[in-house]
């Protein structure tokens, strides 16, 4: 996957996770639907954030080869 | 909130389908094993399978297990009927039918493994497959206990009146058992060995709800 | 003593062996039990059997998609509960006046003796059965096509 | 929403740092600094990251996926007072997660470390035993229903103590170190996630973090009653606490002597059950 790719699905999905977290406390959205989207969504937050920091910007090291 | 049945076990009804003299239903409990017999299911399907490693004796080198297409087509399939078989197993409403589905699931287990070219796996399979068998008996007897002694076999009319009999239960815990739960890890542990993760993961993933329904429905009736 | 159990329960050629006694005790506690059960009959599907009629091993009685008399669970869902004859195709119908055998033909082929054993089954459960014989099958046919490979 | 989860997650891996601290100390050794276990899943989500050639792919990134989902989901189930059976089944959902996790890669050590957490499934039974006394006492599985019958009638803890124990049990069985933690051995490196490195392993660290904390929070609710947050969160210190003094003082059983333990102890636990429900 692109870097833009992952960058996008972790801004989308920050955003939807704050909204619902909102949307719960100001009684907009159900609680159940918050809950639902939350958990759905959380996952894919927190694997696109890792990925990003993961992906260097720099050249790294030579990697090792293996034996 | 409503709750299904009005009971305080499995938290709020969603819906129901009706399918002839059967009706289906998802609670809060079961829609959840539902979504993961699904999400396993298509893990099953779109999934290969991992290329297990080994070290040849003697030296430093290895290679990569691969499996036969055909043997991975045929684990594929079973693979996914096994799947099928939790879904209608965990949102039945029917004790009858749930009890059909749990010796689906059982057969399909053996057929998951049954492509596996091991002799140690094999003859582990083998012995699982005995017992899946003799555990038929007490499955269907609870089943048919129920409807002997309470003239019904819905899920809905037997809810919360406790006319089940505990024999009845537990002869439906123990045919459970047999068809794919404890004190059978061994059997089971043997059988991980064999290769094809998405499908063998199908074994365990199908036991389990399994036990999580019988858990629920023991409670309801 | 754990040991021993440990030892006992870590070898799977005792798997069938350890599932007995469990079984066994819970059918000897279930047996003290019997009397105290009561026993339900209206959900018997009341069997007759008519020599002349044109479906005769097969025939469960019954106006065919007419209302049935054994208890259904959800009435409004299932009328023709029970009796196999409601299940009949109208074209299977009119065959049956015409020949007299109709109801050989049925119960001699593998789908109609499925259909004997299984004959107080509704909806759902008949489907499922099926599938059961049919993954049965295909495991079986499966080990024997791959028996000469080895 | 979303800020319970994150802060849940930090309090779990902070617990496990108190955890490894307080083992250290007791077995004499200064240990590392409680916010190791933070650090740790930090540097792994810098560190690079793919996916092996002979893993199963979608199996293995599914798996950090769904070990994620369910102890949220758990979590957002303890905190809206739902069902405990549901809990259970999330729990035994983990189990699959371990066995996924080890068997995706293609490697012998993760799937040695698979097998025995297939060998462990014992370590579910006492949940069950736990779950279905309870139900004998509060006539109801709903969290909020077992909260309103403890500030009635006080903690579970005294009436329903063999519960308690059985829940203990469950939770010393997920605890990295403990008697029971036959997945994690060392001879198996690091046991079923010993393939998954990087991110994935960082992700991994973080949900089992949240699943300690899960743990550790179902116990005080379900046993001790709605004390306020403060003092939750102090009994949650406290039983990590003797959890970790526990870890610290046991071997690591065998892993068939482990399952026998804990299917004798469930044993032990229906007969009470049964004792109750016939004779009181």
Redesign the interface.
């Known amino acids: 996957m692109k870097r833009l790719h992952i960058q996008l699905i972790a801004i989308l999905s920050g955003i939807i996770?704050?909204l619902?977290?909102i949307g719960?406390y100001l009684g907009a959205i159900s609680?159940a639907i918050?809950?639902l989207a939350?958990?759905?969504i959380?996952?894919?937050f927190?694997?696109s954030?890792?990925?990003l920091?993961?992906?260097?910007l720099k050249d790294?090291d030579i990697?090792f080869m293996g034996? | 909130m409503i709750r299904v049945f009005d009971q305080g076990i499995e938290g709020a009804g969603l819906f129901m389908i009706e399918f002839g003299d059967i009706v289906p239903y998802f609670s809060v409990y079961t829609a959840t094993l539902f979504t993961f017999a699904i999400i396993f299911t298509l893990l099953a399907t779109f999934s290969i399978p991992e290329k297990q490693m080994d070290i040849i004796f003697g030296g430093?080198a290895y290679y990569a297990k691969e499996i036969k297409p055909q043997d991975l087509r045929f684990q594929r399939f079973v693979a996914i009927a096994c799947g099928t078989a939790t879904l209608g197993a965990v949102v039945t409403g029917d004790i009858f039918n749930f009890t059909l589905f749990a010796a689906m699931i059982g057969i399909t287990n053996i057929g998951i493994v049954a492509s596996s070219r091991s002799h140690h796996v094999l003859n582990a399979a083998y012995q699982y497959g005995i017992v899946a068998m003799i555990a038929c008996v007490p499955l269907f007897g609870g089943a048919a206990m129920i409807l002997a002694t309470t003239g019904t076999l819905s899920i809905w009319s037997l809810a919360g009146i406790g006319a089940a009999p505990i024999l009845a239960k537990i002869l439906l815990l123990l045919g459970v058992m047999g068809e794919g739960m404890a004190p059978f890890y061994i059997g089971k542990a043997e059988i991980t060995r064999a290769q094809g993760a998405p499908f063998i993961l199908m074994v365990h993933v199908s036991s389990l709800l399994l036990f999580l329904r019988v858990v629920e429905i023991i409670l309801v009736i | 003593m754990i040991r021993r159990l440990s030892h006992i329960l870590s070898d799977f050629d005792k798997l069938s062996q350890i599932y007995a006694v469990l079984v066994i005790i819970v059918i000897i506690g279930g047996i003290l039990t019997i009397p105290s059960l009561e026993y339900q009959a209206d959900r018997l599907y009341p069997k007759t059997i008519h020599p002349e009629s044109p479906l005769d091993p097969y025939d469960r009685g019954g106006t065919p998609f007419e209302k049935t008399e054994v208890l259904a669970e959800y009435p409004e869902n299932s009328p023709y509960l029970g009796y196999v004859t409601a299940y009949l195709t109208p074209f299977s119908l009119a065959l049956a006046t015409l020949t007299h055998h109709v109801g050989t033909t049925i119960v001699a082929h593998p789908g109609g003796i499925i259909d004997e054993i299984l004959y107080n089954t509704r909806g759902l459960d008949t489907v499922v059965e099926t599938s059961i014989l049919f993954v049965a099958f295909g495991v079986a046919s499966f080990l024997f096509l791959r028996r000469d490979e080895e | 929403?979303?800020?319970y989860?994150l802060s849940a997650m930090i309090l779990g891996l902070l617990l496990h740092g108190i955890h490894r601290k307080v083992i250290a100390r007791v077995q004499g050794r200064p240990g590392p600094p409680i916010w190791q276990e933070l650090l740790h899943t930090l540097k792994f989500?810098?560190?690079?990251?793919w996916i092996p050639k002979t893993a199963s792919q979608g199996l293995y990134?599914g798996v950090?996926?769904?070990a994620?989902?369910i102890w949220?989901?758990a979590l957002?189930l303890l905190l809206?007072g739902g069902s405990l059976l549901l809990l259970f089944a999330l729990y035994l959902i983990h189990k699959i997660i371990e066995h996924g996790t080890g068997l995706s890669s293609g490697s012998q050590y993760s799937k040695f470390g698979a097998i025995r957490s297939v060998i462990s499934a014992a370590s579910e039974l006492p949940l069950l035993a736990s779950v279905a006394l309870l139900y004998l006492f509060t006539g109801s599985l709903m969290i909020s229903d077992i909260e309103a019958y403890q500030v009635i009638n006080g903690p579970l803890l005294i009436p329903a103590f063999p519960a308690a124990i059985a829940l203990y049990m469950v939770i010393l069985s997920k605890i990295h170190y403990g008697p029971f933690s036959i997945i994690e051995a060392k001879e198996l490196v690091s046991g079923y996630w010993t393939e998954h490195f990087?991110?994935w392993r960082?992700?991994l660290n973080?949900a089992f973090g949240l699943k300690t904390f899960v743990l550790l929070y179902t116990f005080v609710m379900v046993f001790i009653g709605p004390i306020g947050l403060p003092l939750t969160l102090l009994a949650i210190l406290i039983l990590m606490i003797t959890l970790s003094f526990v870890c610290a003082v046991t071997p690591m059983l065998s892993p068939y002597d482990s399952v026998s333990i804990q299917t004798v102890t469930t044993g032990l636990i229906a007969i009470y059950i049964i004792y109750l429900g016939v004779f009181a």
Do not use: Q, R
């Open positions: 996770l704050i619902s977290s719960a609680y918050s809950a939350t958990i759905i959380f996952p894919a927190i694997i954030i890792g990925l920091l993961s992906a260097g790294g990697p034996y | 430093d | 929403m979303i800020e989860l989500l810098f560190k690079e990251t990134v950090v996926a769904l994620l989902a949220s989901a957002i809206t990087g991110v960082g992700l973080a």
